[in-house]
């Protein structure tokens, strides 16, 4: 904006400085006759002069862009502001250049300027140029270096001939990855910022599903930005087969077969981790049904931070004991619907006895 300014005036200023052949209403009492015979024009170019010699007509850019031009439109050469925008006009032409070709130099002074003017406005549209295709190019820095991988597995897979069912799979892999990649840029993006300000903004991009387990939606903030900085994403494949046995789990992304129950976005699994004895945990095998991102937090990290928030042991140590009785009645259901209650079980039966 700033060179098309200055460019503009300063040809309006060349321009203007040899214009006695455009005559402009301006001073009623000094009218040129051009004008007396006219009384409806506001200007008057005067053709007097030698045409074969513009220098000695006073002749300029203006003049000749009046006399080729400006007639039968609402254009004013006569008016500073019109002037200004035909010179705006210019420069762009010029600094883009495009050049239409109806604003052109006449004198040897303008032709020395349009000569300055365009190869300063070559070097600055270069800029401008490149300056836009370097942000364009690194704009979204997750999908630049997913080509660059995608680009690395091709040439890996051609030169080791690989079969195609196998690339096909790789490629859907690294295509369905790019929101678990843009998750653990955007953690680590974190690592300078001061560790209270880290859980929160951790917390708030992955503690929310968190809350819909029972146990953890009484807890203390600070208790929440410190477990927030142990949460892990993990992605797996389809049909993978899931080894987060000792772990609060969280789907972020994707379709899991738990068990007998397929889990959606958001849902969760493993709170029977809260439970110190393994008698009481439930362990239901977890496969993927399709390529799925799964956000953990182990409980050795949960009981690594219980011990230094008394009160949230103390909320965590009963739901511990609730989860170990509904465990233990669940258990014992099961071996009284199939009737068979062996030595590993009778515990359960002592258990419950009255």
Not at 164 to 181: D, F, K, M, N, P
Request: proline letters at 4%; one cysteine or more.
């Amino acid at each position: 904006v700033f060179p098309c300014h200055w460019m503009a005036c300063l040809w309006v200023y060349i321009g203007s400085s040899d214009v006695l052949a455009l005559k402009c209403r301006q001073d009623p009492t000094a009218l040129d006759p051009g004008l007396r015979d006219h009384p409806s024009r506001h200007y008057f170019v005067s053709n007097s002069a030698d045409a074969f010699n513009p220098a000695a007509s006073n002749w300029s850019w203006i003049v000749a862009f009046t006399e080729n031009r400006v007639q039968n439109t609402p254009i004013d050469p006569c008016n500073a502001l019109s002037l200004y925008m035909i010179a705006v006009y210019w420069s762009v032409m010029t600094l883009t250049s495009i050049g239409y070709g109806d604003v052109l130099p006449v004198t040897q002074v303008e032709y020395w300027v349009c000569t300055l003017a365009m190869l300063g406005s070559s070097c600055i549209w270069a800029f401008v140029i490149g300056s836009i295709c370097s942000i364009v190019a690194a704009g979204d820095a997750e999908k630049l270096a997913f080509r660059e991988q995608l680009d690395t597995f091709n040439r890996l897979a051609s030169s080791n001939k690989l079969p195609r069912r196998i690339r096909l799979r790789a490629r859907e892999y690294l295509r369905e990855s790019q929101h678990h990649v843009r998750f653990k840029h955007s953690v680590q993006a974190l690592e300078g910022l001061p560790p209270a300000l880290r859980g929160s903004i951790i917390e708030h991009m992955a503690f929310c599903h968190f809350d819909r387990m029972l146990v953890f939606q009484h807890t203390g903030g600070r208790f929440r930005h410190e477990i927030a900085q142990r949460i892990r994403a993990h992605f797996f494949e389809c049909q993978e087969r899931l080894s987060l046995l000792s772990s609060f789990c969280v789907l972020e992304r994707g379709l899991i077969l738990l068990g007998s129950r397929i889990l959606t976005m958001g849902e969760n699994w493993g709170a029977d981790n809260i439970i110190a004895s393994e008698k009481f945990r439930r362990v239901l095998p977890a496969k993927c049904l399709t390529h799925s991102e799964v956000l953990e937090l182990h409980r050795d990290d949960l009981f690594d931070v219980l011990k230094d928030h008394p009160p949230e042991r103390l909320l965590f140590g009963r739901a511990a004991v609730c989860r170990a009785l509904l465990s233990a009645s669940s258990i014992l259901r099961e071996a009284r619907t199939c009737n068979r209650i062996n030595d590993e079980d009778s515990w359960v039966v002592r258990l419950f006895e009255f």
